[in-house]
């Protein structure tokens, strides 16, 4: 099937005055901010154009290949690269790109703003980089009321708002997608009504109390969150909004990957409910984690991550190209860890149940 590299080659040639926006560039809007444009893309309120930017960084990153990242999207690179060429996008404004990470706080945060040609100012979070600092964040959205990068998401809105004029399109992909829901539920009354969308992609979910508040309820009916048809990551906590599931070319944790999504035309192919794999997985893994308090959470968290950084290894990448005896010791400490071990076990359990109980419907 085709996908979103393809639909580029389609419409490449066409403008946004032939053919308005639609589901499909709004997701390439949320992918053009992936790379690190740290002194490409100003950081204030000065712009510059796709085809500056994408150029700049590649004249600057000459070995970048095709890969951000161990475990990013193969198609984002090459993505930029048509976009940059493509009539349609070559000349789309581009501003306020920050990249942020601290790893004393567990914190990794990025965003830019897109400048749509209809006058909607896109605000785009990236989701988790290839650092591991990244990562262990994400998994402390299952531990934490509020993690650094969602208090840095809130405060890029509310710049974002007051340094560009118009309506509001707030988006991401994975963690950026709960980066959008949160920064959009928590910014003042006076912003949101200025919020057209909230377009999650496959991003975590929240804690059930997050979905009590009066800024969420403000905003529910502007949130979609869409996931592939044998989603995980964006089954993870409690969803919000409403869900739109699309058909993939890939299962499992592939699917994650947003150009995997299938393509017609200008829309992507939209699927009626998930595929009955990821509503097993998804209901073992909740009640797993629901049978945690949040001390154990806390533990599992630092259990895995404390392994990891044990390589002394700042990315996935980094790690990934351990020697075979340095894996083999790794393996055993994560065998060793007594957290992992009970909710590993806990999840087989949850799973083979939720299996059975799906068998018998």
Not at 14 to 40: A, H, M, Q, R, W
Not at 132 to 158: F, H, M, R, T
Not at 345 to 351: F, I, Q, T, Y
């Amino acid at each position: 099937m085709a996908n979103a590299l393809d639909y580029v080659d389609w419409r490449g040639d066409l403008s946004f005055d032939t053919v308005p926006v639609n589901e499909i560039d709004k997701y390439i809007f949320t992918c053009i901010g992936k790379p690190d444009y740290t002194g490409i893309i100003p950081a204030g309120d000065r712009t510059v154009t796709v085809n500056e930017a994408v150029g700049s960084y590649f004249a600057t990153h000459e070995d970048a290949g095709d890969k951000l990242g161990l475990i990013a999207s193969a198609s984002t690179l090459p993505m930029l690269r048509k976009i940059a060429l493509s009539d349609r996008f070559r000349d789309i404004k581009l501003s306020g790109f920050i990249n942020k990470i601290v790893v004393e706080k567990t914190e990794q945060f990025s965003a830019l703003t897109v400048f749509s040609p209809d006058g909607v100012k896109y605000v785009s979070f990236r989701g988790t980089d290839d650092t591991i600092v990244g990562w262990k964040e994400n998994c402390e959205l299952a531990v934490k009321e509020v993690v650094p990068a969602q208090s840095d998401a809130k405060a890029y809105l509310e710049w974002a708002a007051e340094t560009y004029d118009g309506p509001i399109i707030v988006c991401g992909h994975s963690k950026g997608g709960n980066l959008a829901v949160y920064a959009a539920c928590t910014v003042s009354e006076e912003i949101q009504d200025r919020i057209l969308e909230v377009n999650c992609y496959d991003g975590p979910g929240f804690m059930p109390a997050f979905l009590e508040t009066e800024g969420y309820k403000r905003m529910q009916d502007r949130i979609t969150t869409f996931v592939p048809y044998m989603s995980i990551v964006g089954m993870l906590l409690t969803q919000v909004g409403r869900l739109d599931v699309i058909q993939a070319s890939d299962a499992g944790a592939a699917g994650h990957d947003g150009f995997t999504w299938d393509v017609f035309r200008d829309r992507f192919i939209h699927c009626p409910e998930l595929s009955n794999a990821s509503k097993i997985f998804n209901a073992a893994i909740d009640e797993a984690i629901a049978d945690m308090d949040s001390d154990e959470r806390r533990e599992l968290v630092e259990e895995i991550f404390d392994v990891l950084t044990s390589t002394g290894a700042f990315t996935l990448s980094e790690f990934s190209e351990q020697s075979l005896r340095k894996s083999l010791e790794l393996a055993n400490q994560f065998r060793k860890a007594p957290e992992l071990r009970s909710f590993l076990l806990s999840l087989a359990e949850k799973g083979i149940k939720s299996a059975r109980n799906k068998k018998s419907l």
